[in-house]
């Protein structure tokens, strides 16, 4: 029983088979890794650019109710909310406030069923955004340093990414 095996194993050895098999395994592993930097790279870009509109929006951003009438494009809606949504955790909580989270949040695009609500959340988050001693200054100031944090913050790479 044990000859057979080791015949067999000799056998598969010399006729090249084993490594036929690593090496289509080292090519597909290949791929993958090729395939995950593309993705990584992509979503970094992504990443980028979502932050660039929101810098722009936060030197645009609209403050009174004669303002957020006047967007007219969703758009413009969806980007002032964004800007809104990352400006929240980064500003300052107010004296007497323990939990930040009781001050409220802006609700993402998805949680918002029509125009209307989002006109209403956008003057809720305005609101907040002055309670708190939000300026156009100082929302550019605040928002500029994350940027480059948020997309070179997750600057991780695998071992495997390296073996070549």
């Known amino acids: ?66 303002g957020i009438e006047k967007l007219k494009v969703m758009v413009k809606f969806n980007a002032q909310l964004d800007c809104f949504r990352a400006l929240e955790p980064l500003l300052p ?22 125009n209307a609500q989002r006109v209403e959340e956008l003057k809720k988050s305005r609101t907040r955004f002055l309670a708190r001693g939000g300026t156009i200054a100082l929302a550019q100031e605040l928002l500029s340093g994350t940027i480059e944090q948020a997309v070179c913050g997750n600057d991780t790479q695998y071992l495997s990414d390296d073996e070549e």
Do not use: C, W
């Open 1 to 66: 029983m044990i000859r057979y095996s080791r015949k067999s194993d000799f056998a598969d050895d010399a006729s090249g088979k084993q490594k036929q098999v690593k090496a289509a395994q080292m090519e597909a592993d290949a791929e993958k890794v090729t395939e995950n930097r593309a993705a990584l790279a992509s979503k970094a870009e992504a990443a980028r650019v979502k932050h660039a509109i929101i810098l722009a929006t936060a030197k645009e951003l609209e403050l009174t109710d004669a």
């Open 93 to 114: 909580v107010p004296a007497g406030v323990s939990d930040p989270a009781a001050l409220g949040a802006t609700p993402l695009k998805s949680h918002m069923k029509n």
